[in-house]
């Protein structure tokens, strides 16, 4: 299987940008607290770029590279993971890819850990480079807020002096 080189190797991270709702935190470090507070249900998206750090007299390109970002703990105790590929990456070359999460509903406000990790071999198949990134979102939660997740009415047409029934989801 050949050697992991953890901490990137030749793949480095060389930009984050994580939208929450209409608002885009760029340029993120790693560690970072993202700035935009998250709310039930929102959407966050994670952009991020990658780098094969091989020089032209290396010349090898980094192949099948993984990335899956994973918020800790954040659905009822259970994490969220979504993951993506980026394309085979010449000495050099960087291309970058998205990845989207929806906030549950049902969620405690605070802090949540997220995690980052690309991981590619090189052509030669001989060694895996992994890097891992960190950052943290915050969740805000409104103590007495109250949300209608469905609402159904039976039948559809209502006539006169017939039973309808209404049934009702709220969160």
Same mark, same amino acid.
């Given at each position: 299987?050949?050697?992991?080189?953890?901490?990137?190797?030749?793949?480095?991270? /060389?930009?984050? @940008?994580? +939208?929450? $709702?209409?608002?885009? !935190?760029?340029?993120?470090? %790693?560690?970072?607290?993202?700035?935009? =507070?998250?709310?039930?249900?929102?959407?966050?998206?994670?952009?991020?770029?990658?780098?094969?750090?091989?020089?032209?007299?290396?010349?090898?390109?980094?192949?099948?590279?993984?990335?899956?970002?994973?918020?800790?703990?954040?659905?009822?105790?259970?994490?969220?993971?979504?993951?993506? /590929?980026?394309? @085979?990456? +010449?000495? $050099?070359?960087?291309? !970058?890819?998205?990845?989207? %999460?929806?906030?549950?509903?049902?969620? =405690?406000?605070?802090?949540?850990?997220?995690?980052?990790?690309?991981?590619?071999?090189?052509?030669?198949?001989?060694?895996?480079?992994?890097?891992?990134?960190?950052?943290?979102?915050?969740?805000?939660?409104?103590?007495?807020?109250?949300?209608?997740?469905?609402?159904?009415?039976?039948?559809?047409?209502?006539?006169?002096?017939?039973?309808?029934?209404?049934?009702?989801?709220?969160?």
């Amino acid at each position: 299987f050949g050697n992991v080189i953890k901490g990137g190797g030749n793949l480095i991270i /060389t930009d984050v @940008d994580v +939208k929450v $709702g209409s608002k885009t !935190d760029k340029n993120m470090d %790693f560690g970072d607290k993202i700035k935009e =507070e998250a709310k039930p249900g929102d959407t966050v998206k994670f952009t991020i770029q990658a780098e094969n750090n091989f020089t032209d007299d290396e010349g090898l390109e980094i192949e099948d590279i993984q990335v899956t970002v994973t918020i800790d703990s954040i659905d009822d105790d259970s994490d969220l993971e979504e993951d993506d /590929t980026i394309k @085979d990456l +010449k000495d $050099g070359k960087d291309d !970058d890819v998205t990845i989207e %999460f929806t906030i549950p509903l049902e969620v =405690e406000g605070g802090d949540y850990d997220v995690l980052i990790v690309l991981e590619g071999e090189d052509e030669n198949g001989t060694i895996t480079h992994e890097v891992q990134y960190e950052l943290e979102l915050e969740v805000e939660k409104e103590n007495h807020e109250i949300r209608i997740v469905r609402s159904a009415l039976t039948p559809s047409t209502i006539k006169c002096q017939r039973t309808i029934s209404i049934n009702t989801e709220i969160i």
